[in-house]
């Protein structure tokens, strides 16, 4: 499988498969095929946890699966302005994502929702882990910034920009306080430690964006 993606801005997924080859993608998102695949919708709507992640990270509860019958070119995009990114996937490498940035996935790759207390999800918000091998394709807003980060720093992210980060790294989230939040109009920080990576996005998407949790949201009526 060979995949590629255009240019900024406006980018689009370009999958070459072989026979036999599958692309897992968002509902929707299909622009064009030179050949014939099969289709299959996987729905994983039958647990609660994945209610959740609906209802409030706005996670699909449906993904397509695209197999090749014979060696074919495709084009997938978003249905909204956001764009494309690639992120390796590995048993070295999980990578923890907001639930609404999925895009596609290699078949061999496997997301699921973390098990956190209400406390915990009610400041950071929903969150998935991409753990197996292969690539995984995530939307953002604006430019996508990766940092490699110095071990040695903690660094301080907005709730809204943060899109994914290494599993390995500690995450967590901090304010300074309500009145200087309403004031400022920044909302949760992410404190961030350790050797890893992280990808954030220049711009925010608002109604689909879960960063910082459901306290977060409620706040931002006042931005």
Do not use: C
Not at 140 to 147: L, R, S
Request: hydrophobic share 35%; glycine share 10%; aromatic share 10%.
């Amino acid at each position: 499988m060979k995949t590629t993606i255009s240019e900024y801005p406006n980018s689009y997924l370009k999958v070459e498969l072989n026979e036999s080859e599958k692309i897992i993608v968002e509902r929707g998102a299909m622009i064009l095929s030179d050949g014939d695949y099969e289709l299959k919708t996987k729905f994983e709507a039958k647990t609660f946890n994945n209610w959740i992640g609906k209802l409030f990270g706005g996670k699909s509860i449906a993904y397509n699966i695209y197999k090749a019958k014979e060696k074919i070119e495709m084009i997938f995009s978003p249905d909204k302005n956001g764009e494309i990114f690639e992120i390796g996937i590995s048993k070295k490498k999980e990578v923890i994502i907001e639930p609404n940035s999925h895009f596609a996935r290699t078949n061999d790759i496997d997301l699921k929702i973390i098990k956190k207390d209400w406390k915990t999800t009610l400041n950071d918000g929903l969150k998935m882990k991409a753990s197996g091998n292969g690539k995984l394709f995530l939307i953002g807003y604006g430019k996508i910034i990766n940092q490699k980060l110095n071990p040695e720093k903690e660094y301080l992210v907005d709730e809204d920009y943060l899109v994914a980060f290494d599993s390995n790294l500690e995450v967590k989230t901090i304010s300074r306080g309500f009145k200087e939040l309403l004031r400022s109009g920044e909302g949760y920080l992410y404190s961030i430690k350790g050797n890893g990576e992280i990808w954030t996005q220049t711009r925010e998407e608002h109604e689909m964006s879960s960063g910082g949790g459901i306290i977060s949201n409620i706040i931002g009526i006042f931005r």
